[in-house]
Nanobody
Framework: VQVVESGGGLVQPGGSLKLSCVAS????????MYWYRQTPGKERELVAT????????RYGSPVKGRFTSSRDNSKNTVYLQMNSLQPEDTAVYYC????????WGQGTQVTVSS
């Protein structure tokens, strides 16, 4: 199983960014997908959960109303659309696939700064 994130970068406060995560080597539409983020010295924080099947989503309180996640089962891909980004959103963002066990990506850096 391989999980690969992409789309991170530098963005100004108030801007938007869209992350992608491709998972391969599993029956993707049966996997529950997650987005986490982590800053130095802090525990990894759950950002979004995208359930298998219909792809219902749940969001952590800090991002609710600003971030939207969706999945495209035909492309084995989950997305994280991040709007109204703030400096406190700066972190390494990780994608995780749950398919009997957890499979993590390598992370992608998101920096929000003017």
């Amino acid at each position: 199983v391989q999980v690969v994130e992409s789309g991170g970068g530098l963005v100004q406060p108030g801007g938007s960014l869209k992350l992608s995560c491709v998972a391969s080597g599993l029956i993707y539409n049966r996997a529950t997908m997650y987005w986490y983020r982590q800053t130095p010295g802090k525990e990894r924080e759950l950002v979004a959960t995208i359930l298998n099947g219909f792809g219902n989503t749940r969001y952590g309180s800090p991002v609710k109303g600003r971030f939207t996640s969706s999945r495209d089962n035909s492309k084995n891909t989950v997305y994280l659309q991040m709007n109204s980004l703030q400096p406190e959103d700066t972190a390494v963002y990780y994608c995780k696939a749950w398919y009997g066990e957890s499979y993590w990506g390598q992370g992608t850096q998101v920096t929000v700064s003017s």
